[in-house]
């Protein structure tokens, strides 16, 4: 991998990650932007203990623009975008929208492919690989930064997720804080490790393969599996085997193997509802370790990637309970869903 910074007309940073390392990164953002501003703060919700970002700058940010007039795709014929080279492997740079920013922490997008039209799952397992060492690049930049306690790297996929551009990419996060769902993981393992001296990632994790009927996908190196509890109609959680408690620590086994495991369950999602079905909406989510605290190195890195739709035609909508009570209602009994997911997969 070869990494290239640079800067766009307003500042902000560009990098360029190429699977080459003779790729040369040398074009200038003409365009004549003004420095960015934002109003980006954090406050402390005192009821509930958690926080909430205020942002009231991306108000203004780019809606559904047509194709021709994306912004990350790469600059052509005079159409200058935020990439101002005119092809690209994987491009990330900071966002011009942020919903955190400078002492508030760090948001960055994430280009996949400079190709519009694909999706992730339509990546070589090369181009992947690539992708896995971008996050884990930024991740450990970003731990760097003494305002940044904890980085997420997610992407958001399709509309009635609330995608607001359709080039394929994903975000990052630097909180300056603990995010309230990892404090109540890191609370159920201080938990789980009192009353039996063991580790809750590595038990779950050994559960699912001894019980092996919500298991989804299984590789030398990691497991995919429904969850007992799932939250959503489809949701699968991506375990290395070795657990570590981030992108990090991974070792160049597991780097290797993350491609095929990964590009398998997307390629499955989008076979959930059969043929003939639009795209699969989704979330995919990196959950990592904070970069402090004393449970840190119990921590176990996973992805978990869920969709909203609970069947063809229908969304699985937070209503009352969700929303009001956090209390999830799933209509997909985890069992069927993992069958179901085992029943699409590749040829």
Aim: with cysteine; glycine share 6%.
């Amino acid at each position: 991998m070869k990494k290239t910074s640079t800067r766009l007309a307003d500042g902000r940073e560009l990098l360029y990650y190429d699977s080459r390392d003779d790729a040369v990164r040398d074009a200038v953002d003409l365009r004549p932007l003004e420095a960015v501003s934002t109003t980006a703060e954090i406050r402390h919700d005192e009821l509930l203990g958690d926080r909430v970002a205020i942002a009231s700058h991306r108000q203004g940010r780019i809606y559904h623009p047509p194709a021709d007039e994306c912004p990350l795709c790469p600059s052509r014929d005079g159409r200058l975008s935020e990439i101002p080279a005119a092809d690209y492997d994987v491009a990330v740079f900071e966002n011009r929208f942020p919903s955190l920013a400078g002492d508030s922490g760090r948001c960055e997008v994430v280009c996949f492919t400079s190709d519009h039209d694909a999706s992730f799952a339509d990546l070589t397992e090369q181009q992947a690989g690539l992708v896995l060492e971008a996050w884990t690049d930024r991740t450990a930049e970003l731990a760097e930064l003494p305002q940044v306690k904890q980085v997420f790297c997610f992407e958001n996929r399709g509309a009635e997720i609330g995608v607001t551009l359709g080039h394929p990419h994903g975000q990052i996060y630097g909180y300056p804080f603990v995010t309230p769902r990892t404090e109540l993981m890191l609370r159920s393992l201080a938990a789980h490790r009192a009353a039996t001296g063991r580790n809750l990632f590595d038990d779950l994790v050994r559960r699912e393969r001894e019980e092996g009927v919500r298991v989804v996908l299984e590789g030398e190196h990691w497991i995919a599996f429904v969850p007992y509890a799932a939250h959503w109609p489809y949701e699968v959680h991506l375990h290395p085997k070795r657990r570590v408690p981030d992108l990090r620590a991974l070792d160049d086994a597991a780097c290797t193997e993350f491609p095929q495991i990964y590009l398998e369950l997307l390629r499955r999602f989008d076979r959930i509802f059969g043929p003939g079905e639009p795209p699969t909406p989704y979330i995919a989510a990196w959950h990592q370790a904070p970069f402090e605290g004393e449970e840190r190195d119990a921590f176990g890195l996973h992805l978990e990637l869920f969709t909203v739709r609970r069947t063809s035609g229908k969304l699985k909508f937070l209503a009352g309970s969700e929303s009001g009570m956090s209390v999830f209602i799933n209509d997909v009994p985890p069992e069927a869903a993992a069958r179901r997911l085992r029943e699409v997969a590749s040829e």
